[in-house]
């Protein structure tokens, strides 16, 4: 099986950006769609995109579409979220996951495999 771990949080001023990767080891990621997901206090874990397997399909949270972009870099085995103009509400922790489905989805119950999460925090 897969496993995941996320790096490249931090601390970012509201209208900069962040890089998150996902990087894979036990398994090639491209061999599973990938979801990004993040939770902020107090507040259930939500999806904010999906990319598949072949990385042709994707699809991002409304509130993020037009900021935030995710790509696979499937030599590295890792699958990065690009995350640009940041703002106060994109706070949260974020999570990386995989599903051997081919489909999207956004639920966090069909994701069998997940990272530990990085922060990220835009102060206001």
């Known amino acids: 099986q897969v496993q995941l771990v996320e790096s490249g949080g931090g601390l970012v001023q509201a209208g900069g950006s962040l890089t998150l990767s996902c990087a894979a080891s036990?398994?090639?990621?491209?061999?599973?769609?990938v979801g990004w997901f993040r939770q902020a206090p107090g507040k259930e874990r939500e999806s904010v995109g999906f990319i598949s397997r072949s990385g042709g399909t994707l699809y991002y949270k409304d509130s993020v579409k037009g900021r935030f972009t995710i790509a696979r870099d499937n030599a590295k085995n890792t699958v990065a979220l690009q995350m640009n103009n940041l703002k106060p509400e994109d706070t949260a922790v974020y999570y990386c996951?995989?599903?051997?489905?081919?489909?999207?989805?956004?639920?966090?119950?069909?994701?069998?495999?997940w990272g530990q999460g990085t922060q990220v925090t835009v102060p206001s």
């Open positions: 036990g398994r090639t990621l491209s061999s599973y769609s």
């Open positions: 996951a995989a599903r051997e489905s081919a489909f999207y989805s956004s639920s966090d119950r069909l994701y069998a495999f």
